[in-house]
C-alpha cells in the first residue's frame, strides 16, 4: 500500500487557526492515503525562545527563562483552549505541555547555575517545541474523529552524539521507524511524529540542526519506503527568491532535485538542504505546497527535466566573511591548498564556498561571521612559519559580505548569462568582490557587499520575472 509523509512547518501549526487548517489537510489527505505520517515543526517561535532561554540563563540571567516559560505555557494553552471544548480531552495534552515548560525551567537553572550551555544541554531545552506541539495537533485530530498518535521521534531517528547537528544511523532508523510506526499504519492511526529530534542509541536527545523537521521527513520516508514527502509550509512553494526580499516573487512548478539543492545550499530558507539527498537516492516524489493556500498544486522536485539554461531563482546567504590567504611566495609552498582547508576543518567551520582566486597567489574562501576570528586564528598558527619567512604576507579577512547565488540548470555553460547577471549588477552599481565556484553547473555565486545584498538579488530577479 501506499504510503505518504507530510511534514508542517512552525507557521503551520503556529496558533488554533492555523493548526485548524492543518489537521483539514491532514483528514483529506488520509482519505486518499490510508499509510500517512505526519511530521511536526514547533510552533512558530518556540525553537527562538527555547534557545532565548538557554542562552539568557547561561549569561547570568535567572529571569529571563521563567517568563519565557510563562509565555510558552500561554501560548500553548490559549491554542489548547481554542482548539479543544471537550475538557476530558484537555487534561492529557495540558499535562503533557506542563510539564515539558517544567522541565524547561528546571534544565535553564541547572544552565544558570553552570554558567554554560553545553551543546547537549541545547538540544535538550530547543527539542521540547516539537514535544509540546504534537501533543496539540494528536488531541485536536482526534477529536475530530480522526485516530492520531503524538510520537516522539526520539524512539525513531537514531543519530549520533553530535549535537546541534547530529547525523542519523539509517539502518537503525529504519528498524525502530518500522517497528514502531508499522503497527499503527496497518491500523489506520496517523502517527503524528516530532520532526527535528533525535537520539542517540544510549536515548539522549539530539537536534538535526536548525530547520531540521524537513529532513526528519525525509528521513521518515526513507526508512518507511514512503512513495511521496509533501513538505507544507507558509509560501506557495519554491518561488523565484525570498518573497520577503522582491513581494514580485513567483512560484515555481517544477525545479530538478540539482536546483533545488543548489538553492536550499546557498540560503533559501524554504527546505533544509539536508532534505534533499536521501529523497532523491530512494526515488521518493518530493513536494513543497502551501497549508495556507491548499488549492494551489505548489512546487513538484523533478529529476532533470532537460529545460536547463536558465535562471530561474536567485538566493542569499548573510553574514559571511571572505579570507584571503595570499603571498607571492605560495607557490612555491607545498600543500597550501591542503594546509588551509585542514586549519578550518580543525577550527570545526565549514566553507560556504571557495571563490575564483584572482591569480594563483591567493586563496580566498568565505565562512559565517562568527566564526572568522577562530579561523584566522587557526589559519596563523598553521602558517606561522611562511608568514616569519615571507611566503604568504597575510590572512585578510573582509567581513560584512553575503554570498548571492543565481540557480538554474545548465545556466553556467549557457553563454551570456554570467554576462547578463554582472550587467545588471554593474548598472545597480553593485560591486561584485568575486565570483563564486558553485559545486554544480547550476548555479553561479557573488560576494558582494552586505549592504548591497537586498538590491543585488532584486537586480538578479528582475532577469528572471521583469
Ligand atoms: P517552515 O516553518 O514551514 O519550515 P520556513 O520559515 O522554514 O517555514 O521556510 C519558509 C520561508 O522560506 C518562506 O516563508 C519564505 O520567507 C522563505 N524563503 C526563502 N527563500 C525562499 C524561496 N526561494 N521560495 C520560497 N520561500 C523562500
Ligand atoms: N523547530 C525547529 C526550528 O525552528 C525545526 C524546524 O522548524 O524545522 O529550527
Ligand atoms: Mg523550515
Partial sequence: MKTLVMKFGGTSVGNAEAIRKT??????????????????????????????????????????????????????????????????????????VEAYVAE????????????????????????????????????????????????????????????QSANPNADLTRAHTQARLNPLLDSGVVPIVTGFIGATPQGIVTTLGRGG???????????????????????????????????????????????????AYYGAKVLHPKTIRPVIEHGIALWIKNTFNPSQPG??????????GVIKAVTVIRGQSMLTVEGRGMLGVPGVAARTFGAV??????????????????????????????????????FRRELEQQNIDAVIALENVVIVTAVGA?????????????????????????????????????IVDAKDADEAVRAIHRLIVS
Fill in 299 to 308: 512546487t513538484r522536485i523533478v529529476r532533470d527535466n532537460g529545460h536547463g
Fill in 345 to 382: 576543518a580543525h577550527a570545526h567551520t565549514s566553507v560556504s564556498l571557495i571563490t575564483q582566486a584572482s591569480s594563483e597567489q591567493s586563496i580566498c574562501f568565505t565562512v559565517p561571521a562568527a566564526s572568522t576570528p577562530t579561523v584566522v586564528t587557526a589559519l596563523q598558527d598553521e
Fill in 104 to 163: 524547561f525551567e528546571s534544565l535553564c537553572h541547572a544552565v544558570n547555575v553552570l554558567g554554560e550551555a553545553s551543546a547537549r544541554a541545547l538540544d535538550a531545552i530547543s527539542s521540547l517545541g516539537e514535544r509540546m506541539s504534537i501533543q496539540l495537533i494528536a488531541a485536536y485530530l482526534n477529536s475530530t474523529g480522526l485516530k492520531a498518535e503524538p510520537i516522539e521521534s526520539t524512539e525513531l531517528v537514531v543519530t549520533d552524539a553530535n549535537y
Fill in 23 to 96: 489537521a483539514d489537510i491532514i483528514r483529506s489527505a488520509h482519505t486518499d492515503w490510508p499509510r500517512l505520517v505526519v511530521v511536526a515543526s514547533a510552533m512558530s517561535g518556540v525553537t527562538d525562545a527555547l534557545l532565548k532561554g538557554a542562552h539568557t540563563a547561561a549569561e547570568g540571567d535567572a529571569a529571563a527563562f521563567r517568563s519565557i516559560a510563562r509565555d510558552l505555557r500561554n501560548k500553548h494553552f490559549a491554542a489548547l483552549d481554542n482548539l479543544l471544548k471537550d475538557s476530558a480531552l484537555l487534561q492529557k495534552p495540558r499535562s503533557v
Fill in 213 to 263: 523537521s524537513d529532513y526528519s521527513g525525509a528521513l521518515l520516508g526513507v526508512a518507511l519506503d514512503a512513495d511521496e514527502v509533501w513538505i507544507w509550509t507558509d509560501v506557495d512553494g519554491v518561488m523565484t527568491t525570498d518573497p520577503r526580499i522582491v513581494p514580485a516573487a513567483q512560484t515555481l512548478p517544477e525545479l530538478t532535485f540539482r536546483e533545488i539543492s543548489e538553492l
Fill in 410 to 446: 545548465g545556466m553556467r555553460h549557457t553563454p551570456g548569462i554570467a554576462g547578463r547577471i554582472f550587467t545588471a549588477l554593474g548598472t545597480h552599481g553593485i560591486n561584485v568582490i568575486a565570483i563564486a565556484q558553485g559545486s554544480s553547473e547550476c548555479s553561479i555565486s557573488l
